[in-house]
């Protein structure tokens, strides 16, 4: 059993919103503890794929994880869900990982939580994400990654249509962006759409729009054009060489860019470990086996490297 609370913290001037969640059973596998006097529990911040709120994946991997021990902090980046900040739905990764900064300082100051034993839980693009706050911040003790989107130039070109694609969409990045620093207006596109080709996933994908799984209404399926040219121009494997943290992947061939988790993992610093399972990317946000499979392969990874 697991119990939430709904959190605000700051982030540079903005109000991000999440949800702590804790173990009812102080006893849980990863660790006893939590408040009212008792040892502090191990931390994990979580985040999901890009564009997405905290309901989508990010709470569900959570209360998995506090079910297990862990004190688990989802929650909103700047521009997102129920977080403030402006401009909305802008995949902007510096901001992304200026915020997960934030969310760690939350979490390691709270009553229930031990400061000296936090991991970072990144599924799909948030893997890049929590790549990059684990090259920066040393809090970060223990990095776990789902279905992880790592990419770079050579990534992006074999995964959008080639370079050719690639610079269309820099370009009206570009363009978007200076648009709204002149008149303030942001122009949006569908995330995923069967019918619309200015969609960024110009896909019929079921998990994002069927409403009993990810079509839900909090989150708006709505991309900024203005961000192509950082989501495009953002090299994460270029960042494994930087991690000496211990670090597990989860992923499936059947999954989003398999050559760019095997790069990553080859580039790490530190101890690492691979899960090979089976399913296709969106199983692991929502689907069984796979969640089970990826979180108990977490949750395990978590309770070797951020031991009480």
Known sequence: MTRMTEVAFDS?????????WLPDDTEAAGGAGGAGGAAPLPGVV????WTSVKELMADRY???????????????????GRSGGEPRDVEDPA????????????????ESVDGDRLGALGICAAAMYMSD??????????????????????????????????????????EARARYEETGEVEYVPVVSATDPRA??????DFYLNPSRGGIPAWPNRFAVMSWADWLGYDAICLAPRIAQPTLLVHSEDAAIPDGARRFHAGLAGPKDFLWTEGTQFDFYDREPQVTTAVGAVAAHFARTLPG
Do not use: Q
């Open 12 to 20: 540079d001037g903005v109000t991000l919103a999440g949800n702590l």
């Open 46 to 49: 979580v985040a999901g794929t």
């Open 62 to 80: 959570a209360e998995r994880l506090a079910a297990r021990g862990y004190a688990a902090l989802s929650f909103d980046f700047t521009g997102f």
């Open 95 to 110: 901001r992304k990982v200026r915020d997960i900064h934030h969310a760690l300082t939350f979490l390691a100051g709270h």
């Open 133 to 174: 706050s684990a090259a920066r911040d040393p809090r970060v003790r223990s990095l776990a990654l789902v279905a992880p989107w790592l990419h770079d130039t050579a990534v992006c070109e074999a995964a959008y249509g080639g370079a050719d694609a690639v610079a269309e969409r820099v370009k009206a990045g570009r």
């Open 200 to 205: 960024a996933m110009p896909y019929d994908i």
